[in-house]
């Protein structure tokens, strides 16, 4: 045994001490995507029939959610399987008789093996014995079944593939899990994910951005960098470079920025001259912006839209000055605001929302000008939100503060193909996105005082031009802007009030890609001992002064608190008779003038009096009786003579 024991100790000083002992229990995905899985993700709209795949599902006691997670959750329940014939059990039974079994099921009994058990003894020890081959006619052999045994008749086949899921599967929505990036501290207007999908950017109302990294973040969802771009302006609205280095940041201030990837500053655009009336002699924007976008394909162009009605391009190597100044055509002349602005999928068409409610397209051509190629006059009846072209350039969507989303057709622009209305809208960043197959757009409502929807992501379908679902994302909050990121395939929306916001992101883990599950699959890096660093205390009594430490600030603090004049303590109010320290003064005058005043014995008569008559009332007394200076001048001075009145003379 000793030898053994030896012979192990040698063996194991070979491997190192964590060899052999267990790793570290971790999480599975299924339990981390089912604790951010939605409960109620599709909220059919009121004017849609309820579909029989929607009523199959209430009477499953299912919640309205994806296909995918449907099938988990039948898997589940199939996974206890039904009892082929519910009438009889296995054991030949009622199946009530079996409802508190436990364990495998007994083996089965046929009826016609009477005689075995009287042979055994009534006992049957071994696996059971084969069914009996029933003898009968050719007919009942050709009869028998060949191949995978039916169904059992309790599973219904057809509720499996309902339309709702056929419908979900040929849009690939991922609706059925959930993650919320947050961190600000008011809605959120901006947002931007650039086309890897590994960055995310957020803009809010309180004046930041933060930037989140799917790759390098963790379960707790914070963002690695906040940026202020404009004190106090709010950013309005955020867009990658169509090569991922740089964004733009578009805010409330004349002047844009623009940021590389980590979020530091590049270059910020000139301010205008305010005081020029000609738009197109400034080098700026002379008012806060509403709107920019990078060009979908030049990494060195921006078009801006402004409050000071003009859209620019811009070079982005040429911060001092603007490509191209774009005045929009207007019914009177004036200076009317440009609410939002877009390219094309190709970059070679612009449009413009004004807010006299009429949308201006432009197209890129040799020899343009600020005249529209396509004008329509009182497209909405308030200020527009949001433009969006589809990538085949044949519509373009239009978002409003009236309500409405309109699908307008580029070929015939006169009248919208499609209105849709009871959309609620009270932020001017409200957006419009497609799909990335482009069968769906989706856009956000915002939150009304006396509603009980909260704020919802509508989706419409393209070809039918109807409404497909209404997905609700926060019962307070309302949806300023999404997007449906096309590798990713996850659906960004971002929410928020007056005092919080964040950014939705709706998956599917069969259908996503990267992106939030990644993330969300990453736990946080635990605490370790070296993550608290005590700072030492070195005791040294005999060091020079120099490098003595310093006393106890404690006893220090106490000396000092006695000290009145270190303290800085206030003086005690004086207590008692008097007034301010004096015994026998009142708030305002010597107790004895009060008291004489009140009293009527003192009057003051020397606004009313001559000041000449009061002076030589005392003149007799002072001759008999001097006092101060005549005594001094007695032998010295001439006798006073007093001039008479004047009046006296005037008389005469």
């Known amino acids: 045994m000793e030898d053994d024991a030896e012979i192990y100790d040698g063996i194991r000083a070979q491997f190192p001490m964590t060899f052999g002992k267990q790793s570290k229990p971790q999480t599975s995905l299924e339990a981390i995507h089912s604790a951010t899985r939605r409960t109620a993700t599709a909220n059919l709209p009121e004017n849609l029939p309820p579909s029989p795949s929607s009523s199959a599902n209430q009477a499953k006691d299912l919640p309205s959610i994806s296909s995918s997670s449907k099938v988990w959750l039948t898997s589940l329940r199939s996974s206890k399987s039904a009892n082929p014939n519910p009438e009889f059990s296995s054991n030949g039974g009622s199946a009530t008789d079996e409802a508190g079994l436990v364990g495998p099921p007994r083996p089965p009994v046929y009826p016609n093996s009477d005689e075995d058990e009287d042979e055994d003894g009534g006992v049957m020890i071994g696996p059971p014995r084969p069914p009996p081959a029933q003898s009968g006619s050719d007919d009942e052999e050709k009869e028998e079944m060949i191949g995978p045994p039916r169904p059992p008749p309790g599973l219904n086949v057809g509720d499996l593939g309902s339309d709702e899921e056929e419908e979900e599967n040929r849009y690939r929505i991922p609706l059925s899990n959930e993650i919320v990036l947050k961190g600000h501290t008011k809605v959120v207007s901006a947002l931007a994910v650039d086309h890897s999908g590994s960055r995310v950017l957020s803009g809010s ?27 106090g302006h709010q950013v309005r609205n955020l867009s990658w470079s169509p090569t991922a280095d740089r964004f733009l940041c578009v805010t409330g201030s004349a002047q844009a920025k623009i940021y590389d990837r980590d979020g530091l500053t590049l270059g910020e655009f000139v301010k205008g001259d305010m005081y020029i009336r000609d738009l197109k002699n400034t080098k700026g924007h002379i008012s806060g912006l509403t709107w920019g976008e990078w060009h979908p394909k030049n990494k060195e162009t921006i078009l801006s839209s402004s409050e000071d009605g003009s859209l620019r391009i811009w070079d982005v190597n040429d911060f001092k000055s603007q490509k191209q100044v774009i005045k ?7 200076r009317v605001p440009v609410t939002t602005c877009t390219w094309d999928s190709e970059g070679k068409c612009i449009a413009g929302g004004i807010a006299d409610g009429s949308i201006q397209i432009w197209n890129l051509k040799p020899g343009w000008g600020s005249r529209p190629d396509i004008y329509v006059e009182n497209s909405h009846s308030d200020d527009i939100s949001g433009l969006k072209f589809s990538s085949d350039g044949r519509l373009l969507l239009s978002r409003s503060f009236d309500g409405s989303l309109k699908v307008w057709d580029l070929r015939q622009i006169k009248v919208p193909l499609k209105v849709f209305e009871d959309l609620p809208n009270h932020y001017a960043q409200t957006n419009i996105a497609f799909s990335p197959d482009e069968q769906l757009f989706l856009t956000g409502t915002s939150v009304e005082r006396e509603s009980t929807t909260g704020g919802l992501l509508c989706l419409y379908d393209r070809a039918k031009l109807e409404l497909v679902s209404r997905v609700g994302i926060s019962p307070t909050c309302s949806v300023v802007q999404c997007t449906w990121h096309p590798k990713l395939n996850q659906i960004f929306a971002t929410s928020g009030n007056k005092s919080q916001g964040g950014t939705h992101v709706l998956y599917d883990p069969t259908l996503s890609e990267r992106g939030a599950l990644v993330c969300v699959a990453r736990a946080p890096r635990k605490k370790s001992v070296d993550d608290f660093v005590a700072k030492p205390v070195i005791h040294n009594p005999h060091a020079l002064p120099l490098f003595r430490d310093q006393p106890s600030r404690k006893r220090l603090r106490e000396k000092e608190l006695k000290d009145p004049m270190k303290s800085h303590k206030p003086e005690l109010p004086v207590t008692g008779p008097g007034f301010g320290g004096r015994v026998g003064v009142s708030a305002g005058s010597l107790l004895t003038q009060y008291l004489l005043k009140q009293g009527g014995m003192i009057k003051e008569t020397w606004m009313e009096e001559d000041p000449r008559e009061a002076i030589l009332k005392h003149a007799d007394a002072a001759e008999k009786d001097p006092k101060y200076i005549a005594p001094a001048y007695a032998q010295t001075q001439p006798e006073p003579v007093f001039a008479k009145s004047d009046s006296e003379d005037e008389e005469k």
Not at 328 to 334: F, I, N, S, T, Y
């Open 205 to 231: 109302y309180d004046y930041t951005v933060h930037m989140y990294d799917f790759q390098g973040m963790n379960s707790r969802l914070a963002s690695f960098r906040q940026l202020e771009p404009s004190e």
């Open 328 to 334: 929009p055509k207007l019914a009177r002349p004036g």
